[in-house]
């Protein structure tokens, strides 16, 4: 006989997926990461090959044990891939060492979604990741509003536009357009680089690994001192505000405070968090921003209440 019944969350993102294993009080009892999971990046298929194998992971850690619920959140479900989510389960179904989830309930959400509830208990107030993608969504009385979030091409303040632009200053630096040291002598040894052309071939050859890792240089290089990497930064806090601002307003708050959710990688900057903060202060007026420690907790709590 199985033991008591257990729950999935997956939280999936354009640079990773990460998947949990909790039990009906919420506690996780196991976390497995993956590959991207972005339906618009990688196409369904490959993100549902890698859903399935952070799931694969969880259920061979753990033997005879019944899957009462697993809630996947997705990137790009609010955007072109609403109403694909039957697709994807049917993808995933293809994963046959996977087929046990498929007892209890499955669900397919947006990462929007699964961000606010990891912040928030409540059922009105405002998400913002900005990860490798960055999106803003809203709730407030039964109406919702979208702003960024739309992929390569845009998604304003996020980890991918970041590095766009340290792509870019990395060039002029190389060039002698503009002088700056630190964030080019910082690309310089962490990709082993010679000249410009080394830098723009590997780039171009996989932009979707190698320009949002430029983040990570553009943020030391703030950190470090260098003027232009914080003006990345704080331009990145400044398009991240606009966006909330924009929801915010749409959704027309009442003068109620809102929760505002952070979640992703791009608020563990300071420059950016201040700039963020000034930006919806100054707009705005008194704010209530919170920071959840594991996102991932969003996806187990919304696995769990679908079976309530």
């Known amino acids: 006989m199985p033991a008591a019944g257990y ?77 694909h989510e039957q697709e994807i389960v049917k993808a995933l179904k293809k994963h046959k060492n996977i087929a046990a989830i498929f007892v209890g309930d499955v669900s397919i959400v947006s990462d929007q979604l699964v961000a606010f509830r990891s912040g928030s208990r409540g059922q009105d ?82 932009p979707e690994i190698y320009v949002p890792q430029l983040t990570a240089i553009c943020r030391q290089a703030d950190e470090s001192g260098d003027a232009n990497a914080s003006a990345i930064m704080r331009n990145a806090g400044k398009e991240i505000a606009v966006s909330v601002i924009d929801v915010y307003q749409r959704l027309g708050f009442d003068r109620q405070v809102p929760e505002i959710v952070f979640v992703g990688g791009i608020f563990n900057s300071r420059k950016v968090i201040e700039s963020v903060e000034a930006e919806l202060k100054a707009t705005i007026g008194p704010i209530n921003i919170i920071k959840p420690e594991l996102p991932i907790t969003g996806a187990v709590q919304l696995a769990i209440e679908a079976i309530k």
């Open 125 to 206: 107030g405002i998400s913002v990741i900005a990860g490798t993608g960055c999106a803003v969504h809203g709730w407030y009385r039964g109406l919702e509003a979208k702003a960024n979030g739309w992929g390569w091409l845009a998604d304003e303040g996020s980890g991918f536009w970041i590095g766009q632009k340290t792509f870019q200053l990395i060039l002029k630096s190389l060039d002698g357009r503009v002088q700056d040291t630190i964030i080019t002598d910082l690309a310089k040894r962490t990709f082993k680089l010679k000249n410009a052309a080394d830098f723009v071939a590997l780039a171009y050859k996989a």
């Open 7 to 83: 729950f999935i969350g997956v939280d999936g993102g354009g640079t990773k997926t990460l998947a949990a294993l909790a039990r009906a009080d919420g506690k996780i009892v196991r976390t497995v990461k993956s590959g991207s999971s972005n339906p618009r990046n990688v196409g369904i298929p490959a993100a549902a090959a890698n859903i399935a194998g952070s799931i694969f992971k969880i259920l061979k850690s753990k033997k005879n044990i019944a899957i009462i619920s697993t809630l996947i959140g997705l990137p790009a479900m609010e955007e072109e891939f609403k109403g």
